[in-house]
């Protein structure tokens, strides 16, 4: 699949539970979320993890650049949200490229918050 900016994954419906809330947490060394129910804004990041991104399916050897995150409401614990995953920018600098995507994540079509993540690759 050819890398085309505009590229977006299907739309996934993710249900965020007190427990998936729990265990980031967990891994990441906190004790307690910043509301009762609610995520740390870089919970965003595990919604990656439910996405199936087609075009990255045929590359090895990404490292994680910049992360940026904007949020409009709080992530909650019950609520569901719709959420893609665009590729926004590619661009080359010698031999690495950099792809830069967009987690989009909505609840009742309303936007909720993005997440732009840039991923970084050796090309020959």
Do not use: D
């Given at each position: 699949?050819?890398?085309?900016?505009?590229?977006?994954?299907?739309?996934?419906?993710?249900?965020?539970?007190?427990?998936?809330?729990?265990?980031?947490?967990?891994?990441?060394?906190?004790?307690?979320?910043?509301?009762?129910?609610?995520?740390?804004?870089?919970?965003?990041?595990?919604?990656?993890?439910?996405?199936?991104?087609?075009?990255?399916?045929?590359?090895?050897?990404?490292?994680?650049?910049e992360q940026m995150f904007e949020l409009r409401?709080?992530?909650?614990?019950?609520?569901?949200?719709?959420?893609?995953?665009?590729?926004?920018?590619?661009?080359?600098?010698?031999?690495?490229?950099?792809?830069?995507?967009?987690?989009?994540?909505?609840?009742?079509?309303?936007?909720?918050?993005?997440?732009?993540?840039?991923?970084?690759?050796?090309?020959?």
């Open positions: 699949m050819e890398l085309l900016v505009g590229l977006k994954t299907e739309e996934i419906e993710v249900t965020v539970t007190e427990e998936m809330i729990q265990t980031y947490l967990k891994a990441i060394g906190e004790i307690s979320s910043i509301g009762e129910g609610e995520a740390p804004i870089t919970f965003l990041m595990t919604f990656w993890q439910k996405i199936k991104i087609p075009w990255l399916q045929c590359y090895e050897g990404f490292i994680h650049g409401e709080p992530i909650c614990a019950g609520s569901s949200y719709l959420c893609s995953i665009s590729l926004t920018k590619r661009t080359r600098k010698r031999n690495l490229e950099f792809l830069v995507h967009t987690l989009t994540i909505s609840n009742e079509g309303k936007l909720i918050g993005k997440a732009t993540s840039t991923l970084i690759r050796k090309i020959a």
